[in-house]
């Protein structure tokens, strides 16, 4: 087995590229969603057209680890145990086009207030690790705003209205332990778009809370739906959050791409 270390945001894709095309197919990423999101994207998007399947394992060692969490509650050591077992799953992957290019990811894509709280949560709480993300919702309410994300799903549903946030996952949690969609399957071929209307502050401090259930998707203003595609209409660049990490992008279309990555789960 061979190890290779970073030293700056983005490396990781860039030491991953360079495995893959050395012919290595099988990558550990050591560290959390973020350090996956880069590995993926190093191997992403060569694997795909040379139709070659690779396997990606996870050592849980960041702030979140969220998507580890659909498969155990015991982080490392099953993550290990996993590992050494030989143990693998197909998992989706979802690929987001925006204007300057294409990105890959396997968790989940946030844009209005989950986006601000993730960009805060890096900024101030990240050696807060979990709690890090629940300050920066308390913290973040305060400037609460809603946003239009015009959006159209291949199913034909629209969404225009004003949305405190909009949410598309492949998985169930974020920021750790939230729930954010407690439906979705790594496995299933759709993503699960959850789009929260307008909500006032306190309606918002009230719900939150029943996010590390799943339940805050019983709340009125809260929409769920599965979807394969999703094309985006928004007239000018947003605040992103994908996997824990929060970029500046133009989204023009998301495509879920069912098995294309094996996961050491």
């Known amino acids: 087995m061979e190890s290779r270390l970073t030293s700056a945001p983005g490396e990781a894709t860039v030491l991953a590229r360079e495995a893959y095309g050395e012919g290595i197919r099988n990558f550990i990423a050591v560290g959390g969603d973020g350090t996956a999101f880069e590995v993926l994207n190093g191997v992403f998007p060569d694997a795909l057209e040379a139709n070659t399947q690779v ?13 580890l969490r659909d498969f155990t509650d015991d982080g490392a050591d ?31 894509m946030s844009m209005g207030f989950v986006a601000d709280v993730c960009a805060l949560a890096n900024r101030r709480f990240k050696r807060l690790g979990d709690f890090g993300y629940v300050m920066g919702v308390f913290s973040q309410v305060a400037q609460l705003t809603a946003s239009r994300f015009p959006m159209q799903t291949d199913t034909g549903l629209r969404e ?28 299933d071929g759709h993503a699960d778009l959850i789009c929260v209307g307008e909500m006032g502050r306190f309606s918002l401090l009230r719900t939150f809370p029943k996010i590390f259930k799943g339940t805050h998707v019983d709340h ?20 992103v959050m994908i996997d824990g990490e929060v970029l500046r992008l133009l989204p023009r279309r998301l495509e879920v791409l069912p098995g294309v990555l094996r996961v050491r789960v």
């Open 55 to 67: 396997s990606l394992g996870l050592l849980p060692l960041g702030t979140g680890n969220s998507f």
């Open 78 to 108: 099953y993550a290990v145990r996993s590992m050494i077992e030989g143990q693998q799953r197909a998992c989706d992957v979802i690929q987001l086009t925006h204007r300057d290019g294409v990105l890959y990811f396997m968790n989940l």
């Open 160 to 187: 225009e209205d004003p949305l405190t946030f909009v949410s598309i996952n492949n998985s169930r949690f974020t920021g750790g332990k939230m729930m954010m969609a407690p439906q979705a399957d790594t496995g």
């Open 220 to 239: 009125p203003a809260v929409s769920q739906s599965r979807v394969r595609t999703l094309d985006f209409h928004l007239p000018t660049d947003v605040d």
